[in-house]
């Protein structure tokens, strides 16, 4: 069964950092393209960040460049997204989301979600907040 587990979540202050993981199961990460998303209250869902399987290219939101960087380890079978400098306006669940390479035509693709990935899991929340 393929699921993907998001954890790191939590509260933390305006200028902090978070490390969020998405730990994928029952399937291997090498012939996925993977990405972070998240959706805050009252707002539609939004692409964050994506990353390919092959090429290491990656996609990120204007509004998380320089701040939030995606990385993955596929010996872990994990996907990881380092936010730094966090605003409040960041508040939002974060979820990771997956689909087969063939599935996807770019990453941009993905995180606009023109492709939208086939499996997500339930998401983690994040919140900032003095």
């Known amino acids: 069964q393929l699921q993907l587990v998001e954890s790191g979540g939590g509260l933390v202050q305006p200028g902090g950092s978070l490390r969020l993981s998405c730990a994928a199961s029952?399937?291997?990460?090498?012939?996925?393209?993977i990405g972070w998303f998240r959706q805050a209250p009252g707002k539609e869902r939004e692409g964050v960040s994506c990353?390919?399987?092959?090429?290491?290219?990656?996609y990120y939101a204007d509004s998380v460049k320089g701040r939030f960087t995606i990385s993955r380890d596929n010996t872990k079978n994990t996907l990881y997204l380092q936010m730094n400098s966090l605003k409040p306006e960041d508040t939002a669940v974060y979820y990771c989301?997956?689909?087969?390479?063939?599935?996807?035509?770019?990453?941009?693709?993905?995180?606009?979600?023109?492709?939208?990935?086939?499996?997500w899991g339930q998401g983690t929340q994040v919140t900032v907040s003095s």
């Open positions: 989301a997956a689909d087969r390479v063939w599935a996807i035509t770019t990453v941009q693709a993905m995180c606009i979600m023109r492709d939208f990935p086939a499996y």
């Open positions: 029952g399937f291997t990460l090498d012939y996925y393209a």
């Open positions: 990353i390919s399987s092959t090429d290491g290219n990656t």
